[in-house]
């Protein structure tokens, strides 16, 4: 078996859900070669030879492939896929984005978001939001697959995998980058960080999101929120946790004002402790926190900073 | 501008789904069936897009069981112009659906197909993708905001670091995002209007495409519950377990 790797990277850094991803690969076994894609990527490329359990880094470093247009990074992976048993991708946006046209030119289908490898054939993902955890085998002769990152711990860093540069370019014309307006965010990463500190509608506005922010500081936390709070334009979409955001499974995660909708939950359960800020006691969240505390925001969050 | 619209019936999503008894698929027996909501956001745009004077035609398209002729009925009542139900008892892979889709495409001479970005039941999150590869078109996923000039959309797309924006010529395939727009619900009158207008059904089996499965279900499971936990009465008893009890602090 061999299997190759998309990376996910921002041009300077490799993105943690890439070591997660070559965890899944390891499970299935087989030489892992990992690709990079994108423009002045070599910074990138150079911490992923790093990554212990991998071959090679194929390197393709093109002003095309900048905002991994779908179109282009696809075809790329054409070029070299006939060499794979295996191509896999960390389930983010990026992922999501080019897999499934990568498979459907090699006419095959796509494992989404898998959550454990049963064999190198079959592997197991979680559908109805969370509430079926199905094992499922594919017979297609090169298995396309995306990875929940929170499934599988990361790989270590402190190997020396060979670089090689992909320099044929694959720009099919068919889309183009305009911008990327990025939220600009010092905290740590949603889907890395040990502990998330989330807010939901019951926050009331934007402003008040700060509260979160002030005790995510003090204690190196990410924030994030429910899509009742994204969609009420309190915070941007790249902070919404759930079935249809983000996956999270921190070591800790606080829910404040937070109902505990199957859709959210399916984003955040595995979390190692959860705890419940919420003043309706028959908040559904409470069923699921490990600790819960029937509370006002407005007192408990000014008082939860103070004490930390 | 032809508009093709994909909509998908799946269950409705505050219904729990379990296992059915010998664990070998989920038990969908009785359960209420819906719109899938990302395709209620695919339908909405379309339709704003033909009172803008952008959209020409909106064919409305799904691909399944005879009652999905519902969830057709409910695209048309919110303003598309003529359905078509693909029928088929079998559930169908995203690579599949795709292949279809692609057929209708063609027949249909399309210039542009709103999807949902995934299905609430399986979330795939694969169709839109696949369909655009087969097409050899272009493709935005995650739409968040859609503006056609001419032949070209300008596409801001939800990803993770926030958002992005890219140029696509026309035909392409769009994914539709949760924020792109309110759905509208369907007046009366509409939802009357919408029992007479076109709707062709065509058997999967006349398309002429293997639609073998890829992927085989040999399990299916419900998760584990989480332990029962406990109430704290005060922000410094929480503080406390979480410090010492659970070192998680
Ligand atoms: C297809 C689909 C996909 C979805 N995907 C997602 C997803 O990815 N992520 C997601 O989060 N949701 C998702 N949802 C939405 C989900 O169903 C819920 O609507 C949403 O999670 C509710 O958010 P909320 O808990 O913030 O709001 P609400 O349900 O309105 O809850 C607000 C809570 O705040 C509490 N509260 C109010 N004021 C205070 C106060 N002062 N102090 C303490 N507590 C207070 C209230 O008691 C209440 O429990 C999806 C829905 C669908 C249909
Ligand atoms: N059976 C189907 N019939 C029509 N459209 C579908 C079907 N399955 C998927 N789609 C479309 O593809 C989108 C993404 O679905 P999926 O790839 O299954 O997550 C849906 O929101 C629909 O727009």
Redesign the pocket.
């Known amino acids: 078996m061999t299997i190759l790797i998309i990376a996910e990277h921002d041009n300077t850094n490799l993105k943690d859900m890439t070591l997660n991803t070559v965890t899944a690969a390891l499970a299935i076994g087989g030489d892992i070669d990992l690709l990079i894609a994108g423009e002045n990527c070599q910074s990138a490329a150079s911490e992923a030879a790093r990554i212990s359990g991998i071959n090679r880094v194929l390197v393709a470093d093109n002003a095309c492939y900048k905002g991994q247009l779908s179109e282009n990074v696809s075809a790329l992976i054409m070029s070299i896929a006939a060499n794979y048993s295996h191509i896999m991708a960390p389930s983010t946006a990026n992922g999501k984005n080019i897999l499934p046209r990568v498979a459907a030119k090699l006419d095959v289908s796509v494992l989404s978001d898998i959550i454990a490898v049963e064999s190198p054939d079959t592997f197991k993902r979680s559908i109805y939001?969370g509430n079926i955890i199905a094992t499922l085998q594919s017979s297609d002769a090169i298995k396309v697959i995306t990875v929940r990152g929170t499934a599988f711990s990361p790989a270590d860093k402190n190997g020396s995998a060979t670089m090689a540069s992909l320099e044929q370019v694959h720009d099919e014309a068919l889309s183009m980058f305009i911008r990327d307006d990025t939220v600009v965010n010092e905290r740590a990463e949603l889907t890395s960080a040990k502990i998330v500190i989330s807010?939901?509608?019951?926050?009331?506005n934007g402003e008040n999101f700060s509260m979160l922010e002030q005790i995510a500081d003090k204690v190196g936390a990410a924030v994030g929120?429910?899509?009742?709070?994204?969609d009420a334009g309190f915070v941007p979409n790249d902070m919404?946790?759930?079935?249809?955001?983000k996956i999270v499974a921190p070591d800790l995660y606080v829910a404040?004002?937070?109902?505990?909708?199957?859709?959210?939950l399916?984003?955040m359960k595995e979390s190692k402790v959860i705890v419940a800020?919420?003043?309706?006691p028959d908040?559904p969240?409470f069923q699921w926190a490990d600790y819960g505390l029937i509370?006002?925001?407005?007192d408990?969050l000014p008082e939860l900073e103070q004490a930390l | 501008m032809k508009v093709l619209v994909m909509v998908k019936r799946v269950t409705d999503?505050n219904v729990t789904i379990r296992p059915n008894t010998d664990s070998s698929d989920v038990d969908l027996n009785n359960v209420k069936m819906a719109m899938?909501?990302?395709c209620e956001i695919a339908t909405e745009e379309a339709v704003r897009l033909k009172e803008a004077g952008i959209a020409s035609e909106i064919i409305v398209m799904t691909i399944g069981e005879k009652q999905s002729q519902e969830q057709l009925r409910t695209a048309l009542a919110m303003g598309a112009d003529r359905g078509i139900l693909i029928e088929t008892d079998a559930t169908l892979e995203p690579l599949n659906i795709a292949k279809l889709a692609a057929k209708v495409v063609e027949q249909e001479q399309i210039d542009l197909v709103l999807l949902g970005k995934q299905s609430?039941d399986k979330d795939n999150n694969q169709t839109g993708q696949m369909l655009a590869a087969i097409k050899d078109w272009g493709q935005a996923t995650f739409a968040s905001k859609l503006d056609i000039k001419d032949d070209k959309v300008t596409v801001t797309r939800e990803v993770d670091t926030g958002l992005q924006v890219i140029g696509l010529n026309l035909p392409a395939v769009i994914t539709c995002d949760?924020r792109l727009n309110t759905p509208r619900f369907a007046s009366l009158p509409n939802i009357m209007k919408a029992k007479r207008k076109p709707l062709e059904i065509k058997p999967a089996a006349d398309f002429a495409i293997d639609l073998t499965s890829r992927i085989k279900m040999l399990h299916a499971e419900s998760p584990q519950v989480r332990e029962a936990g406990e109430m704290v009465g005060s922000v410094k008893e929480l503080i406390e377990k979480l410090k010492t009890v659970e070192g998680v602090l």
């Open positions: 939001a807010g939901g509608r019951g926050m009331q929120a429910t899509r009742a709070a994204v919404q946790v759930g079935q249809t955001g404040v004002a937070i109902s505990g909708a199957v859709q959210h399916a984003g800020i919420n003043k309706d908040a969240i509370a006002d925001l407005f408990a | 999503p899938n909501p990302f609430s949760l």
